[in-house]
């Protein structure tokens, strides 16, 4: 015979219930990293709390490179040791990260926050592309690298902005194929990501 | 050149490394889930720091069962329709939830909170076993079913608190070895615990 079997107590459920609903955590997962919460130092579990909370409050959308910063305009839009002429057009924010990360890029950066998918309804007017069209009309930029993943989505938005570039004359450029075509830009490593930023070719 | 690269805004980077320390999850992972957290709606966002803080601040550890639970005693202790002269011994919480979801045991629970493993410096005195001795000692206990984990220091246990009961006369077992050797007991499936269940053997 089967017996009505107990949950866990209340409060945890709830949270194996809302660690399950973030992305590549199963509900064995979930429920692994509850106890591990529950069982973590209360000023710690405290900090994590307020660090989630903080991410939301505490941070803006720059309104010149459509980044996540601390500030508006971000530190890097306003950084005077950057090339000003010179904007890469990554998909999202971990993308900029990684580029960042290699240490050899100079230029400014434009965050499109998504890229084209008909599949999932995501058109030119869900991204930040109006934004990128005043920076481009309004400042002194020379070339821009569309630096969106190699993949479908990636290069078909690629090409998208690059229609809408070229009435403008200026060098437009892809990252060079050293990436791993059907990657995702995001796990590259500083040295394949060096590589396709010095051999970016005009597309 | 290398120049210095930008980090992310510091509320990110705060929330990538919180996330960073719990188990299983990568420096890579952690970035991800934090963007993900941040382009989540306020309220979830919040309603999971909340449940986080909540998982602490609204559960006790029931002082006769030892689990994690709304209330002391807690529901399964002082549930009248579970035998109170069966106790199941488990190693965390997450395995008396396993053992919950096969629906086939009626009896009650206690939770070690670990077990013996001398090289990370865990002795006897830090599992809950003072507090099984005198539970058996006080009430009227017939059966205890020795349930840590098929694998080395599980099996250690078992013996261990086998040889602390056997003065006593009662009826020790062990779940039945339906469980593959070396596993883990949390993600075996409800079938293979039933069997493990209804198999138990006299140790």
């Given amino acids: 015979m089967r017996i009505g079997f107990m949950p866990a107590a209340e409060p945890v459920s709830r949270l194996i219930e809302e660690l399950g609903k973030l992305p590549g955590i199963g509900p064995k997962s979930a429920a ?3 106890y591990y919460l529950l069982r973590m130092p209360e000023t710690e579990a405290r900090s994590l709390a307020e660090a989630i909370i903080a991410v939301k409050d505490e941070t803006v959308l720059c309104s010149s490179c459509q980044n996540i910063a601390d500030s508006d305009p971000c530190a890097i839009c306003t950084s005077e040791e950057r090339h000003h002429n ?19 890029y100079k230029g400014l950066y434009h ?7 008909p599949m999932d309804g995501i058109g030119p007017g869900d991204l930040k592309l109006k934004e ?8 002194s930029v020379e070339e821009v690298i569309l630096a969106t993943n190699p993949n479908l989505e990636g290069e078909a938005t690629a090409m998208y902005i690059q229609r809408l570039l ?3 004359g200026l060098r437009v450029t892809r990252l060079a194929r050293g990436l791993p075509v059907g990657g995702d830009l995001e796990y590259a490593d500083e040295v394949t990501l060096t590589h396709a930023l010095e051999g970016r070719q005009p597309m």
Same sequence: chains 1, 2.
């Fill in 166 to 168: 070229s009435p403008l």
């Fill in 111 to 117: 965050v499109l926050h998504g890229v084209l998918s």
């Fill in 132 to 139: 990128l069209m005043e920076r481009i009309e309004t400042g």
């Fill in 32 to 34: 692994r990293l509850a």
């Fill in 86 to 104: 010179i904007i890469c057009v990554v998909k999202e924010p971990l993308d900029l990260l990684a580029l960042e990360r290699t240490g050899r």
